[in-house]
């Protein structure tokens, strides 16, 4: 299955992120980010469904919560750093 994890600089960011999603109806999960996409220090991810990303993105952005990184995934493993 593919989905995007959405990097956050914190456990609070990404629990105010998952919060966010939440209100407007979008599934989403939050767990450490993996040593792959962490990069510097330990951080938070929220994962997000593919076909959520684009409608999430909006939510956050209306709420004021940018993300940090994007990382695309299909479970295998391997992470892909998306542009925003």
Known sequence: MVY?????????YAQRTAAALERA?????IFRAPRAVAGEG???CVKVAE?????????LKRAGLSPKR????????DYREVQL
């Not at 109806?25 to 999960?29: L, N, P, Y």
């Open 42 to 44: 330990c951080g938070h």
């Open 4 to 12: 995007y994890l959405i990097l956050c600089r914190s456990l609070t």
């Open 51 to 59: 076909r959520n990303l684009a409608r999430a993105l909006q939510v």
């Open 70 to 77: 994007i990382f695309l995934t299909e479970g295998t493993g």
């Open 25 to 29: 109806g979008i599934g989403s999960h």
